[in-house]
Nanobody, 115 residues
Framework: VQLVESGGGLVQAGDSLRLSCAVS????????ISWFRQAPGKEREFVGA???????PHIADSVKDRFTISRDNANIVYLQMNGLKPEDTAVYYC??????????WGQGTQVTVSS
């Protein structure tokens, strides 16, 4: 299972970014796909997920008023982040798994939000 993230960068507070997680069609149909983030010195935090097949998007309460998760027909899962805040600074990872067990991870993409 291969997952490739992209789209991170350095932005200012209030800006938007869209992260991409490229997977195969088989991966998308077989596994749930999630986004996590990990800030320096902090534990990894769940951000959002799509059920296998790319359905039923779910976003963590902490970001649900600013972030959305979606997919396109090219088997890319997106994390749209609006109204970014400095506390959103982290490495963002996508992962594939079932039943809340995430066995495959991408390499991560850095998001840095300056104040």
């Amino acid at each position: 299972v291969q997952l490739v993230e992209s789209g991170g960068g350095l932005v200012q507070a209030g800006d938007s970014l869209r992260l991409s997680c490229a997977v195969s069609a088989r991966t998308l149909s077989t596994y749930n796909i999630s986004w996590f983030r990990q800030a320096p010195g902090k534990e990894r935090e769940f951000v959002g997920a799509l059920r296998r097949g790319g359905h039923r998007p779910h976003i963590a309460d902490s970001v649900k008023d600013r972030f959305t998760i979606s997919r396109d027909n090219a088997n890319i899962v997106y994390l749209q982040m609006n109204g970014l805040k400095p506390e959103d600074t982290a490495v963002y990872y996508c992962a594939a798994g079932l039943y809340e067990t995430w066995g495959s991870w991408g390499q991560g993409t850095q998001v840095t939000v300056s104040s």
